[in-house]
């Protein structure tokens, strides 16, 4: 319950934060896959095959969801974020658990959101470049296509 107050509030935050308004020179990235990518400005955008996080000053969000449809997949996957803190978004409408684990070139799970079902969690990671793996954790999900490739630049 308490992750699900502190999500809340950040989303109302961040709906706040877009409705004070922008200029174009914020700094928000389209999404190219499935999945809404959030800067630090608030504002958001979707659609594609590809996630992206940007950073704005050092922090950046890369948005992940479970495929709305059942499939065992992301809607995208491929995801792009700047190196840094980095916070990881997961989004599962399916009743079926599901998570994000972030797996660095050596094979070892350096970030990771809770398990769940029909809501939403986050994770921060800190990244530096490089190419990364994000997979699902739930034996046999990985195997069946629950992964993709994260680039950090």
């Known amino acids: 319950m308490k992750k699900l107050s502190v999500a809340l509030v950040l989303v109302l935050a961040s709906l706040a934060l877009a409705a004070c308004g922008s200029d174009s020179s914020d700094e928000t990235t389209a999404p190219t896959g499935g999945g809404e990518t959030t800067s630090e400005s608030g504002a958001a955008a979707g659609g594609g095959n590809e996630a992206e996080g940007k950073s704005a000053g050092s922090a950046a969000v890369v948005d992940f969801e479970a495929d709305p449809g059942g499939a065992l997949a992301y809607t995208s996957d491929t995801a792009t974020a700047q190196a840094g803190k980095v916070t990881v978004d997961f989004t599962n409408p399916q009743p079926l658990t599901h998570d994000v ?10 970030g990771q959101t809770e398990l769940i079902a029909e809501g939403s969690d986050s994770a921060a990671v800190d990244l530096k470049p490089g190419e990364y793996t994000f997979y699902c954790s739930v034996p046999g999900h990985r195997e069946a296509g629950m992964e993709g490739t994260l680039t950090v630049k």
Request: glycine share 10%; net charge negative.
């Open 101 to 110: 684990a972030i797996e660095d070139s050596s094979g070892k799970t350096i």
